[in-house]
């Protein structure tokens, strides 16, 4: 099991430009709040109650290849630097820290109760993950409180009051339908037949953004395949739900498959794949394939079977590494902690065979703790839940800290990331791996 973060190509879109300027900025704009307006739930005149909502890895170890640890010491290092650079318009921030088990409702339901009713907060920030979209409704539907998550699809987000649900990064669906107009635009489906896998978490995205998608390019497709996928992590029945496909792909020749979420994307189903149909063009909705990735290059074997899959995008790692936005963030990581931050070309070894991606928990927490104070400063002095729709339905350009240039946030578009190209994996690139650029990154809010 895979835990999507906002990373486009890994890192995230963040705005070190604006970033060294908001403080400035936030003292020049006029308040969007109304004069005389109260103050929200969990806000006082000397700070900000906020949740930090965090999966607990030790509950999904055996399903996924890369594992995070000690994430409440990353989020406080970047909360302290905000509240000794001052905070939001004065008020410091507290953080009321909850992990739960991202397997089923019942765990990220608990973890809303707690936050909302218990401990009050004005905002629950950090992963909020469950694909029935009941744990997220909760924070923003019922509760009326701001969320600012990963792992957020467009169908949970439209469930919500227009702007208290924020995705740092770029939806499921934005990004698939990005990524078929560059694919179209590249010629790169050109004289294959396609078909496309994902779970049941992702039948609406199969039926509703990619088939439809495909079709409307006119590209032949097979069999289109909906897995079962046990809610506990046991994938024996989608593994021989698979094997049916697998062989019904080879009667229709499809030389090309479109993955679509992160069980399908995983390495127990792309190294099958990869044995039954080892000439076919894989495409995937996600770069969290990334983990898996370094994971098989880090075990020596000699064919990565991620290799030459295909997504979209923004910067590379490489690139990102590079990036002041990088370097902003690991400046505040190592001051607050002392410790290295590793980059987004590192493979940090973890127990149990597993790697560790503190690089991830860094960007996440350094981008989401940014992108709040920014939402909230131009919010004003009095921060409550309508001038905080009113600073989100006006934000426009707003780069998520985590990668490239371009970002936005307004009314009807409440997913920052705008940052975009077609790129590819290659594991010769790095010590683990990297994805390669095939296409500029462009600004396309999809």
């Known amino acids: 099991m895979g835990v999507r973060t ?184 050109k004289g294959h037949k396609i078909a496309v896998l994902g779970g049941n978490n992702e039948a609406a995205m199969v039926h509703k953004v990619i088939v439809p998608g495909l079709k409307k390019a006119h590209v032949p497709m097979g069999s289109t395949a909906v897995l079962s996928i046990d809610p506990t992590g046991d994938l024996t029945a989608a593994q021989a739900q698979l094997d049916s496909f697998l062989e019904k792909w080879k009667g229709e020749h499809v030389d090309a498959l479109f993955l679509s979420g992160d069980v399908v994307s995983s390495k127990a189903f792309v190294t099958k794949i990869r044995q039954k149909l080892p000439h076919t063009l894989l495409l995937v909705d996600t770069q969290d394939v990334k983990d898996a990735a370094h994971q098989i290059t880090a075990s020596g074997e000699k064919d990565n079977p991620y290799d030459g899959i295909l997504t979209a995008g923004g910067v590379t790692g490489a690139e990102y590494a590079k990036s002041k936005n990088w370097k902003h963030c690991t ?42 104070r920014d939402i909230a400063a131009r919010a004003g002095k009095d921060l409550n839940t309508k001038s905080w729709l009113a600073s989100v339905n006006h934000y426009g350009h707003i780069v998520p800290l985590s990668s490239g240039q371009f970002g936005s946030l307004g009314k009807g578009k409440y997913d920052a990331d705008d940052d975009f190209r077609l790129v590819a994996w290659d594991s010769s690139i790095g010590a683990g791996g990297e994805w390669h650029a095939i296409t500029p990154v462009r600004n396309l809010t999809g």
């Open 331 to 372: 400046a505040i990581y190592r001051k607050q902690t002392g410790k290295h931050a590793p980059g987004p070309l590192e493979v940090v070894p973890g127990p149990d065979g597993k790697t560790l991606d503190t690089y991830g928990a860094i960007t996440d927490a350094c981008q989401i703790t940014t992108m709040f």
């Open 6 to 189: 906002g990373r486009t190509s890994t890192p995230c879109r963040w705005y070190v430009a604006a970033l060294l300027t908001v403080v400035v900025l936030a003292g020049l704009m006029a308040p969007v709040a109304p004069a005389g307006a109260a103050t929200g739930v969990g806000v006082t005149a000397k700070k900000v109650k906020v949740g930090i909502a965090l999966v607990n890895y030790d509950c999904i170890k055996t399903f996924t290849d890369s594992i995070r640890l000690h994430q409440n010491a990353v989020y406080q290092a970047f909360i302290d630097d905000l509240n000794a650079k001052g905070g939001v318009n004065g008020r410091k921030i507290e953080p009321v820290y909850a992990d739960y088990c991202p397997l089923g409702s019942a765990p990220a339901l608990a973890a809303c109760t707690k936050l909302t009713d218990d401990d009050k907060v004005f905002a629950v920030m950090g992963t909020m993950i469950d694909f029935s979209g009941d744990a997220q409704a909760c924070v923003s539907n019922q509760h009326h409180t701001v969320l600012m998550s990963y792992n957020l699809t467009q169908a949970i987000m439209d469930k919500a009051p227009p702007g208290l649900m924020i995705y740092p990064g770029a939806t499921d669906e934005r990004r698939v339908r990005v990524m078929l107009d560059l694919l179209q635009q590249q010629h790169t489906l």
